[in-house]
């Protein structure tokens, strides 16, 4: 089984914070998702980015695709309490496959 | 809204018995999904559906089987509950095969085999 590394394992950070998360393969993806768990429920759609190279954002939350398409980062600016949760990167290929996943506590 | 609904939130079996998780969505969509969710490796693919009496296993199919006789139900049966499928199990669905598709999940069983 395929295991998609994400780093870190774990983040604990104040509010206001920045913080950057990294989701690396050796393998080419067609496209990559974005997921976050908060506690207690399933994993929600953050975004999907397809071209290599590319930057989406969404608020406070930055997303690029490698050049290569190999790899991605997710930087958030300026972290706060409801961005706690469980950050799982999803490559395309076939069928989903899901990263290890960052835990990011925030603290007030 | 899409709504995966997982029937239990917590169980608790004990070594050996046959043990039914069982998901519902409410959107039409062909494709549904289950998982496991074990600290530090991620969600890992047990079985997926393409359609109705159609599965193929993902990539940690032994010890489960499933089950689509409706559309919008996919079941996930533990023939022999053993001590490691205890486990956070998450249902999913999405409305076709595509590179973009977008999956839908459930809130997750929590088993416990005792």
């Known amino acids: 089984t395929q295991l998609l590394e994400q780093s870190p394992q774990f983040l604990s950070i104040q509010e206001g914070e920045n913080l950057t998360v990294y989701c690396n393969s050796s393998?080419?993806?067609?496209?990559l998702q974005w997921y976050r768990q908060e506690p207690g429920e399933g994993p929600v759609l953050l975004v999907t980015?397809?071209?290599?190279?590319e930057v989406k954002k969404l608020k406070r939350l930055t997303f690029q695709f490698g050049d290569a398409r190999k790899d991605s980062s997710l930087h958030i600016t300026a972290a706060q309490p409801g961005d706690t949760g469980l950050y799982l990167c999803a490559p395309r290929q076939g069928k989903l496959i899901f990263g290890t996943g960052t835990r990011l506590q925030v603290f007030p | 809204d899409v709504k995966v609904t997982q029937s239990s939130r917590y169980l608790v079996k004990r070594t050996g018995e046959k043990v039914f998780l069982e998901c519902v969505q409410d959107m039409d969509h062909e494709n549904m999904f289950w998982y496991r969710q074990d600290p530090g490796l991620g969600l890992r693919l047990i079985y997926f559906?393409?359609?109705?009496?159609?599965?193929e296993k993902g990539d940690i199919p032994e010890g489960y089987s499933v089950s689509r006789e409706k559309k919008e139900r996919f079941s996930l049966i533990l023939e022999s509950a053993s001590t490691n499928q205890t486990s956070m199990y998450l249902c999913?669905?999405?409305?076709?095969?595509?590179?973009?598709?977008?999956?839908?999940f459930g809130s997750g069983t929590q088993l416990s085999v005792l």
């Open positions: 999913a669905s999405s409305y076709q095969v595509a590179t973009n598709e977008k999956l839908f």
């Open positions: 980015v397809v071209t290599g190279g």
């Open positions: 393998s080419v993806f067609s496209s």
């Open positions: 559906s393409y359609d109705v009496k159609m599965k």
